[in-house]
C-alpha cells in the first residue's frame, strides 16, 4: 500500500525526526519544491550514471544530464525511482533555491581532540558580526554536525565553499547538494532537528559567501547645483554601488538603489531623469544591458515614489 506524502508547504518543512522510509524523505522534499535524485543506498553518493556511462537516451538524449539538471520535484517520478532500491535522497541545493550551511564537528582522533565544532566557530562568528544565531529549519547529520537551511537571496547565485567561514563549515549552494533527513548511512540517520521554516540568508551571512570583485569605476554624474549636499552623496554613493556590483548581485543592487533615490524624486529633491540616466550608466558599467537596466529603475522607481511622501506645501 502506498503510504501518503508528508503534508507540506513551500518552506514549511514537516515536524519529526525522520521518515518510515529513504523515499518518504524524497516526497517531503520535493513537497517543499526541492528538487531531489537518488543516492546510491546507505551512501552518500549519486547513484546516477556518470559521463562515461551515459546511455545517451531518455534524460540524456540531448547529451549527458548530471544529477543537477536530473534532479525534480515530480511525485510520479520520485516512486517509481525509489520503489527499485532503498536509495538515499540529495536535494540539489541549487535549484531548489537553499544555501545550506554545513556544521561539521571534528573527527574523532587525538590530532583533532581541541578542535572547535563547526557549530561553535559559526557561533563565534555570528557573535562577531553582531548577529544572533539565526533560527531556521535545521537537519542533524549522524556525524552530529547540522545543516542549516536558508533561501537564496533574491538576483544572488552562489557556489559551494569550503573553510570560507571557518574551519569545519562548508556551503552547499549551486553545484552542490545535500543529504535529505530520512536518509541513513552505516553512521546513522539525517534528522530534522528543527522542524521550522527555512528561513532567508543572513545578508551578513550572503555577503561573507559573496565571490570576491573588482569593483568597476564609477561614471562621473552632474548634479545639478540646486541639490543639498546630503542628496547629492546620496546618489553618488548609489551610483558607485551600482557601478561596483559584482555578477549575481547587479540587478539586485539596481533595484535597491532605484529604490533608495526614487524618495528625492518624490521630495523634489531630485529630477526622475536624472537618477535614470545616472542609474543606467552605472548598470551598463557593471556589465548590464540597457534592456536590463531600464525597466527595472522605471519599477523600482515607481514603487519608491508610491510609497515616499511627496513635497509639502
Known sequence: MTQPIPA?????????????SPWLGALHA????????PLRPGSKRPALHGESRCPRTGACADGHAKWEDRATTDPEQIRRCWETGPFNTGIATGPAGLVVVDLDVPKNDKSNKDMPSGMTTFTALCER???????????????GGSHLYFRTPEGVRLGNTAGTLGALIDTRAWGGYVVASGSITPQGAYEIEEPVPVGPLPEWLAAL?????TPQTPPSIRVPRH???YVAAALRNEVAAVAGAWEGTRNLTLVRAARA?????????????TVQ???KEAGEAAGLSERDCTPAIASALDWSITHNPGPTA
Not at 559567501?209 to 570583485?213: K, M, N, S
Open 209 to 213: 559567501l559573496l565571490p570576491a570583485h
Open 261 to 273: 533615490l526614487g524618495r528625492f524624486v518624490a521630495s523634489g529633491d531630485l529630477d526622475r531623469d
Open 129 to 143: 558580526a553582531g548577529q544572533p544565531v539565526p533560527t531556521t529549519h535545521t537537519v542533524r547529520t549522524p556525524s
Open 227 to 229: 541639490v543639498p549636499a
Open 277 to 279: 540616466d545616472a542609474l
Open 8 to 20: 507540506a508547504r513551500p518552506g514549511v518543512p514537516v515536524a519529526g525526526a525522520g521518515f518510515d
Open 30 to 37: 520535493a513537497a517543499n519544491g526541492w528538487p531531489v535524485f
